[in-house]
């Protein structure tokens, strides 16, 4: 009896196993029906997957844009350079105070022109190829003398070059102030001065425009009574060294702040300045364009973007990868109701994928091409 017991023992340990004959059985009827089956497609000569799915053509639509390889950089609008114009108080005279102004914001300004009265004094603008520097008076020479004999007969008042302030050139200058509605100084006053330079005012290239002024009744603590800007604002741009190659003088560029765009060409490259990381300025050169006075959109410190070349147009385009070729010739699959038609095509410009397309007779604006 024990050696029974041991060979049932032995014989129950076996016997959790007995699932695993069916699960066999199982997993071989299976595949030889599969193999049954595939037998008898391949007998007929279709491949299995022919009889679930088919080739279907990728296409593209023909599009209208702009394709252009262009060097775009970073700038900003820089406001124009100014000159502050201030007033002396004359012999007599405590405080300077505006009587009255003679120009408004945005008025242009020239040599012979009144800006304003500051304590019964005009502000008067004189050419400035020789700087004003001292009073005259009668007898007195030099080369600003001959300045102001020459500004004197280019503003209408004859008066001789001599060099030497003298009775002709007094008589020129009182005309000068009678046209600007005030008297010349007296000879005679305290100061003995028939011409107090301080009452003049000298712009660099002699012209401008009127950015600010005092209005009446403006006590001036520093003297300033007016800001005139002698250059217009500008666009600079800073390029790195490859980028700058597309920016030589004279270079057509595109400039937008915004929805705002300006056609522009560079007037100016600087030599090589160092970046300065802290502004986010890499090194290179800068590039300056002219901002037309009056441009909209186009305020002082706003960013700008400065492309090179002029607005790329329009044309037709289609995906660079449309674009088949056959004997030297390009060409495009269109798609039509019975299969495709091959079109001859002229490419113009291409870049970031793209293909800019002559016009071409047999190809339209939405037809669709096919795609490798």
Same mark, same amino acid.
């Given at each position: 009896?024990?050696?029974?017991?041991?060979?049932?023992?032995?014989?129950?340990?076996?016997?959790?196993?007995?699932?695993?004959?069916?699960?066999?059985?199982?997993?071989?009827?299976?595949?030889?029906?599969?193999?049954?089956?595939?037998?008898?497609?391949?007998?007929?000569?279709?491949?299995?997957?022919?009889?679930?799915?088919?080739?279907?053509?990728?296409?593209?639509?023909?599009?209208?844009?702009?394709? #252009?390889?262009?060097?775009?950089? #970073?700038?900003?609008?820089?406001?124009?350079?100014?000159?502050?114009?201030?007033?002396?108080?004359?012999?007599?005279?405590?405080? +300077?105070?505006?009587?009255?102004?003679?120009?408004?914001?945005?008025? $242009?300004?020239?040599?012979?022109?009144?800006?304003?009265?500051?304590?019964?004094?005009?502000?008067?603008?004189?050419?400035?190829?020789?700087?004003?520097?001292?009073?005259?008076?009668?007898?007195?020479?030099?080369?600003?003398?001959? &300045? *102001?004999?020459?500004? +004197?007969? =280019?503003?209408?008042?004859?008066?001789?070059?001599?060099?030497?302030?003298?009775?002709?050139?007094?008589?020129?200058?009182?005309?000068?102030?009678?046209?600007?509605?005030?008297?010349?100084?007296?000879?005679?006053?305290?100061?003995?001065?028939?011409?107090?330079?301080?009452?003049?005012?000298?712009?660099?290239?002699?012209?401008?425009? *009127?950015?600010?002024?005092?209005?009446?009744?403006?006590?001036?603590?520093?003297?300033?009574?007016?800001?005139?800007?002698?250059?217009?604002?500008?666009?600079?741009?800073?390029?790195?060294?490859?980028?700058?190659?597309?920016?030589?003088?004279?270079?057509? #560029?595109?400039?937008?702040?915004?929805?705002?765009?300006?056609?522009?060409?560079?007037?100016?490259?600087?030599?090589?300045?160092?970046?300065?990381?802290?502004?986010?300025?890499?090194?290179?050169?800068? +590039?300056?364009?002219? *901002?037309?006075?009056?441009?909209?959109?186009? =305020?002082?410190?706003?960013?700008?973007?400065?492309? #090179?070349?002029?607005?790329?147009?329009?044309?037709?385009?289609?995906?660079?990868?449309?674009?088949?070729?056959?004997?030297?010739?390009?060409?495009? &699959?269109? &798609?039509?109701?019975?299969?495709?038609?091959?079109?001859?095509?002229?490419?113009?410009?291409?870049?970031?994928?793209?293909?800019?397309?002559? $016009?071409?007779?047999? *190809?339209?604006?939405?037809?669709?091409?096919?795609?490798?």
């Amino acid at each position: 009896m024990p050696n029974s017991d041991a060979g049932l023992g032995t014989a129950m340990r076996r016997v959790p196993r007995w699932w695993l004959v069916p699960i066999v059985a199982l997993v071989v009827v299976a595949g030889l029906v599969g193999a049954y089956f595939a037998g008898a497609v391949a007998a007929e000569g279709v491949a299995p997957e022919q009889t679930t799915t088919s080739a279907v053509p990728v296409s593209a639509a023909v599009e209208r844009r702009a394709v #252009a390889k262009q060097v775009a950089v #970073a700038g900003k609008v820089v406001a124009g350079a100014q000159v502050a114009v201030t007033a002396s108080a004359p012999p007599g005279v405590d405080r +300077l105070v505006v009587t009255s102004v003679a120009k408004a914001v945005g008025d $242009d300004v020239a040599p012979g022109d009144l800006l304003a009265v500051v304590s019964g004094r005009p502000v008067l603008v004189l050419q400035s190829r020789v700087p004003l520097y001292r009073d005259l008076a009668d007898g007195d020479k030099g080369p600003d003398v001959t &300045e *102001l004999q020459e500004a +004197l007969a =280019a503003l209408g008042h004859p008066c001789t070059a001599t060099g030497t302030f003298d009775a002709a050139t007094q008589r020129a200058l009182s005309k000068f102030y009678a046209a600007a509605g005030s008297t010349a100084p007296a000879a005679d006053s305290a100061s003995k001065a028939a011409f107090r330079w301080r009452e003049f005012v000298q712009l660099p290239g002699d012209r401008g425009k *009127l950015s600010s002024i005092s209005h009446a009744g403006t006590v001036l603590e520093d003297g300033t009574v007016a800001r005139i800007t002698i250059a217009d604002d500008a666009i600079v741009a800073r390029a790195d060294l490859l980028q700058a190659e597309s920016f030589p003088v004279g270079t057509p #560029a595109t400039v937008r702040a915004g929805s705002a765009v300006l056609e522009a060409k560079v007037a100016q490259v600087s030599g090589f300045k160092d970046g300065d990381p802290n502004q986010k300025e890499v090194p290179g050169k800068d +590039l300056m364009l002219p *901002l037309p006075p009056g441009t909209a959109g186009f =305020a002082p410190d706003q960013s700008v973007t400065v492309t #090179a070349g002029p607005r790329a147009s329009e044309s037709l385009a289609v995906p660079l990868i449309a674009i088949r070729q056959e004997g030297g010739t390009a060409y495009v &699959e269109v &798609e039509s109701g019975t299969g495709s038609r091959r079109v001859g095509v002229k490419v113009t410009a291409q870049t970031d994928g793209w293909a800019a397309l002559a $016009d071409m007779e047999g *190809l339209s604006l939405g037809d669709r091409v096919r795609l490798p």
